[in-house]
T-cell receptor, first 115, second 111 residues
């Protein structure tokens, strides 16, 4: 158990809809990263939040957006859903150090199916 | 840009030793991680290397050679529960603290 929780565990949406996924970080962690994992692939970095500010973004379109709240919980929002958005969405929390040497701990993920 | 390569699949028997290799090409290296992921579950942290050499943690060890862009994960005394996907991930300096993952190696352990 990593102490990172995500909701919902599973979700079914249709093309064009919008979805919000939620993540609660491990206690004491101030950084959250979101990843998309397609079947049979490794996780792909979407973006990262540190102290409520976006702190890096992968190669994902603007319809993928996020928020981090003062309690360091986080949301991932995806607008105008496409079939290819079907994947496991993972959040990972970490404690940012001065050297940037930190370990990310993953939540159980939300499996999204877009029909 | 970055490129991380690992074998797609490996098989081994209970009690054996298996080595999973990972090669990487990055524009700036700031650490390499190994994660274990059972089917349908989240990745679980196994090991972290930022300096050259071997890090040992129980039955699992991880090795890094920065000059060769190479790492391996060594699993000893294999158990059936070690059947999982093993993900190699690199942290690049330019990417902040984001991780760049390989596609993973699916290890099947048989009796």
């Amino acid at each position: 158990e990593t102490g990172v929780t995500q909701s919902p565990t599973h979700l079914i949406k249709t093309r064009g809809q919008q979805v919000t996924l939620r993540c609660s970080s491990q206690s004491g962690h101030n950084t959250v990263s979101w990843y998309q994992q397609a079947l049979g692939q490794g996780p792909q970095f979407i973006f990262q939040y540190y102290r409520e500010e976006e702190n890096g973004r992968g190669n994902f379109p603007p319809r993928f957006s996020g928020l981090q709240f003062p309690n360091y919980s986080s949301e991932l929002n995806v607008n105008a859903l496409e079939l290819d958005d079907s994947a496991l969405y993972l959040c990972a929390s970490s404690l940012r150090s001065a050297t940037g040497q930190e370990t990310q701990y993953f939540g159980p993920g939300t499996r999204l199916l877009v029909l | 840009g970055q490129n991380i390569d690992q074998p797609t699949e490996m098989t081994a028997t209970e009690g054996a030793i298996v080595q999973i290799n990972c090669t990487y090409q990055t524009s700036g290296f700031n650490g390499l991680f190994w994660y274990q992921q059972h089917a349908g579950e989240a990745p679980t942290f196994l090991s972290y290397n930022v300096l050259d050499g071997l890090e040992e943690k129980g039955r699992f060890s991880s090795f890094l050679s920065r000059s060769k862009g190479y790492s391996y994960l060594l699993l000893k005394e294999l158990q059936m529960k070690d059947s999982a996907s093993y993900l190699c991930a690199v942290r690049e300096q330019q990417a902040g603290t984001a991780l760049i993952f390989g596609k993973g190696t699916t290890l099947s352990v048989s009796s």
